[in-house]
Nanobody, 117 residues
Framework: QVQLVESGGGLVQAGGSLRLSCAASGSIFSINAMGWYRQAPGKQRELVAGIFSGGNTTYADSVKGRFTISRDNAKNTVYLQMNSLKPEDTAVYYC???????????WGQGTQVTVSS
């Protein structure tokens, strides 16, 4: 089992920045990749950014050049630095971890990000 706890959401004006953190605990050795998803009201959950065990990263086109995903292995924490935020970035952001065996998904409880215009 893997437990994920997010923090760092909040209210920010357009053009501002926020940094989300996701602390992982439990069976950390079983994790293959981690990422951030978001879900806006009335929309499906979508991948924002992912980071794989080898360090490769992937981003949604809508956030490329503005968001950066990184990790601190010593702290078992993944970060999402969000710059130049737009109102359309408003959503609940969820941390995700994928297990090496079976591809099991683990989710955090979500953190609200609201960007005002």
């Amino acid at each position: 089992q893997v437990q994920l706890v997010e923090s760092g959401g909040g209210l920010v004006q357009a053009g501002g920045s926020l940094r989300l953190s996701c602390a992982a605990s439990g069976s950390i050795f079983s994790i293959n990749a981690m990422g951030w998803y978001r879900q806006a009201p009335g929309k499906q959950r979508e991948l924002v950014a992912g980071i794989f065990s080898g360090g490769n990263t992937t981003y949604a086109d809508s956030v490329k050049g503005r968001f950066t995903i990184s990790r601190d292995n010593a702290k078992n924490t993944v970060y999402l630095q969000m710059n130049s935020l737009k109102p359309e970035d408003t959503a609940v952001y969820y941390c995700n971890a994928v297990a090496i065996v079976g591809g099991i998904d683990y989710w955090g409880q979500g953190t609200q990000v609201t960007v005002s215009s």
